[in-house]
């Protein structure tokens, strides 16, 4: 099939073709008699691929960039076959031009990734070494245009058997100069693993990445397209002992309690399998980490039975928490994410896909029904691994192209909008910080085991005293049974004895300096946990500054409105002596001195709050406190919260104060509006007494007596277990910026507290949450008899 066009429009072509027709490439790529502005092509690798980078540099405009791969197979839209039926084809090539209508400049640059040492076994620099020298050649870098990743794309293309994918990118976030996303793949080739290549339009390079910045045309978009057939199996399991540069796993650890366990061994464990077993069991299932709520897979390249390892064809690193996956629906898959990805965005121009071999090679019967991209100018390649944000396997990533004049789009309708553009910040920090949290969880995890060791050797520290001892006792065994003849026994118990001793000597001297370091680090501890403390005062002395300072604030308002009320007051009572009594003026101006003299009570009970004195606590009667506030907290919450009172007729006596009172019922019905939301729902305030005795005392920290008992219940949103427990530390807050200063509730807690009353709430997700204040009640003084 020489010469087979694929699918092509104003912005992109494809073309499927083979070395012996590359003379006709420049008509075949060319626009309207314009020359593409940038041209991909990727080379199956039983071409010399050398030679077909000098051909079609010789034939294509000196204008037009040029970047080449090789791959483990092509693809390419509309041709017979298939998407997949390029790589079919020993001599493939597979060519996608780009217009000037479509990428305004590209700007492509070339990485050397100091590999070398990973190609010949002999590893000579450690990974941060490795990661420094790329962040180094990185910074020589200089893009032809201004990177926003609004309008520019990184395209990036590495040898694919570098093994430096995960060095490249942590150097480049290292860098902090590219502030866009890195899309593509690792060249591929045969699968013997001897060769790979790319080529960045003047030299064909190995132990390097090629970087092609993309930049929009006005009015172009790009998208950015992830599909992958895995799910999570509920498995999971931390990497311990590994050989990043090798990509290798020998052991796993359990956060929880710190067994260590091969890894070969913990995975015939949970499969329940034999070793001989797992390779057939994995070929439905790999293996991936979670990154932003997505999986990223790192596929298994090997078992290695005898040396009880596990090598991986993408970076694996200590601390990471691989999660086993199983395959699902290829073809069903991918097309459900592409209608999702396509959802609310005009159709595209065309796009660049790069897709495992992984992926080919385990769903081969099923590649001919991948219809999916038929209709589009598509084309790519199957590689050695996949770039997006991070090194990942057995994923389909691709970017896709979009022109709002409605190219491409059947309704017609421009708008576009995509999460990795729109979201990019986010994705880029995650993708940044990928890297540190490995690096993180590793040094937590060496340090507990540091911990476990020194506890291990502490708690068995009379181990080698006994020991000694044992032998000893052998030793005084054989002399008695010993002739006066050399005896081996003897002298090999002596030597026996010798070694004991001198281990007993050095595990002593071992756990001297461990005892100084643990002391070293429990003074460090100290410091650290002594700053943290003081700053956290500092921190709620400037809150508790800042909440005085608003208290005055409102207080001084809450003066100056009651000065306006005065006279509103005074006038329409002056009025309504001129107005006649049995008519609508004169009802409408009793309903204007009604609200004013309401809002008067609300001034002054926040002139009272604003002055309010904690040394002012003495005999308060609950009902009627809260009687007294109930008009200041209904203009606190919105209409559609329903505020429900259920107060005792009894008195109800109680040491507290009525300020106070005020603004604790205050913060418990506004956290409680809060929770019910814009949906509507119920608050309920109780008040009533209680009688605890022994038979509560368990279910309640305080002791048996009787108590008043208020009551704040709302049918809001409602906490889980890990919320509700740190609901009264301070600045602990689950709103958002803004909203929230995590003081209302501890500031609560305290007033009851310096009551001597008791707190306590109960929530559940979905179900609404209940907060009870417990005071003592006050006895009744004795009646005086002579009264």
């Not at 006709?24 to 010399?48: K, N, Q």
């Amino acid at each position: 099939m020489p010469g087979a066009i694929g699918r092509s429009n104003r912005f992109i072509r494809t073309l499927a073709t083979d070395a012996a027709d590359l003379c006709d490439v420049p008509g075949r790529l060319a626009f309207d008699d314009d020359p593409p502005a940038f041209v991909l092509g990727f080379v199956s690798p039983a071409l010399p691929f050398a030679n077909v980078a000098e051909d079609l540099r010789s034939v294509l405009p000196q204008e037009s960039r040029l970047v080449l791969v090789s791959t483990a197979g092509e693809l390419c839209s509309g041709v017979p076959g298939g998407l997949y039926h390029p790589g079919e084809r020993r001599d493939g090539i597979v060519l996608q031009a780009f217009s000037s209508d479509l990428f305004a400049d590209v700007s492509i640059h070339s990485v050397p990734l100091h590999s070398e040492d990973i190609r010949t076994g002999s590893i000579r620099l450690s990974h941060e070494q490795r990661v420094d020298a790329i962040r180094r050649e990185l910074e020589a870098i200089e893009p032809a245009f201004p990177l926003d990743c609004h309008d520019t794309v990184a395209l990036l293309f590495i040898d694919g058997l570098s093994a430096s994918e995960s060095c490249l990118m942590e150097a480049i976030y290292a860098s902090g100069r590219f502030p866009v996303l890195f899309v593509g793949g690792s060249a591929g080739g045969t699968l013997d693993f001897l060769n790979t290549w790319v080529y960045d339009g003047r030299r064909v390079l190995d132990n390097h990445a090629v970087i092609a910045f993309l930049r929009m045309a006005p009015g172009k978009r790009y998208g950015v397209f992830k599909s992958q057939n895995f799910r999570k199996t509920g498995l999971s399991f931390t990497i311990l002992d590994c050989d990043p540069i090798r990509r290798t796993v020998t052991s796993v650890i359990d956060p929880e309690n710190l067994e260590v366990t091969g890894f070969i061994d913990a995975l015939c464990r949970s499969l329940q399998c034999q070793p001989d077993e797992l390779e057939r069991l994995l070929v439905s299932h790999t293996f991936a980490v979670e990154l932003d709520s997505g999986l990223f897979v790192r596929s298994v390249a090997g078992i290695n039975r005898a040396k009880g390892r596990v090598s991986f064809f993408c970076d694996v690193n200590a601390g990471d928490e691989l999660f086993l996956v199983e395959a699902t629906d290829f073809i069903g898959q991918t097309k459900s994410d592409f209608a999702a990805f396509l959802r609310d965005k005009p159709g595209p121009v065309g796009g660049i896909l790069n897709d495992c071999v992984l992926r080919r090679i385990n769903n081969g019967p099923n590649l001919t029904g991948m219809t999916v991209f038929d209709d589009l100018p598509v084309a790519g390649f199957s590689t050695f691994g996949e770039i997006l944000g991070i090194n990942v396997n057995q994923t389909l990533s691709a970017l896709f192209f979009f022109a709002d004049d409605g190219e491409g789009d059947p309704a017609g309708h421009g708008g576009f909008r995509d999460d990795y553009v729109a979201r990019f910040p986010i994705h880029y920090g995650h993708f940044q910080n990928y890297f540190h949290r490995a690096r993180n969880t590793r040094l937590r995890m060496l340090n507990r085991l540091r911990q476990s060791l020194i506890r291990d050797l502490v708690g068995r520290g009379d181990a080698p005293g006994t020991l000694y001892g044992r032998v000893k006792q052998i030793g005084a065994y054989t002399e008695q049974i010993a002739t006066q003849a050399a005896d081996p026994l003897g002298s090999a118990v002596d030597d026996l004895l010798d070694a004991v001793r001198q281990a007993t000597e050095e595990r002593e001297a071992v756990a001297e300096v461990l005892s100084l370091r643990e002391a070293e680090l429990r003074f460090a501890e100290e410091r650290r946990r002594t700053a943290e403390t003081r700053a956290e005062l500092e921190g709620q002395l400037r809150e508790a500054q800042k909440l005085e300072a608003l208290g005055c604030l409102a207080g001084g308002l809450a003066h100056e409105i009651n000065n306006m009320l005065q006279p509103i007051i005074g006038l329409t009572e002056l009025v309504m002596e001129d107005v006649p009594p049995d008519c609508q003026a004169q009802k409408n101006l009793g309903r204007v001195i009604e609200a004013a003299q309401r809002a008067q009570r609300i001034t002054q009970q926040v002139l009272t709050f604003s002055h309010s004195d904690p040394a002012a606590t003495g005999p308060l009667q609950l009902g009627s406190a809260l009687r007294n506030v109930a008009d200041m907290v209904d203009v606190l919450v919105p209409r559609n919260v329903e505020l429900v009172w259920r107060i005792a007729t009894t008195p109800l006596m109680v040491r507290a104060d009525e300020t106070q009172m005020a603004q604790l019922l205050i913060n418990l019905i506004r956290n409680a509006a809060d929770a019910i939301g814009p949906s509507g729902g119920t608050i309920e305030i109780a008040a009533d007494a209680v009688q605890l005795d022994g038979a509560t005392d368990g279910a309640w920290p305080h002791p048996a007596g009787r108590y008043a008992a208020l009551t704040v219940r709302d049918t809001g949103c409602g906490m889980d277990a890990a919320t509700l427990a740190r609901i009264f530390d301070p600045f602990f807050t689950t709103k958002t910026v803004g909203h929230g200063t995590g003081l209302g509730l501890p500031v609560v807690h305290g007033i009851v507290a310096g009551w001597g009353g008791h707190i306590h709430a109960d929530s559940g997700v979905g179900q609404g949450t209940t907060i009870r204040v417990l005071l003592p009640v006050i006895p009744p003084e004795p009646a005086d008899p002579w009264s």
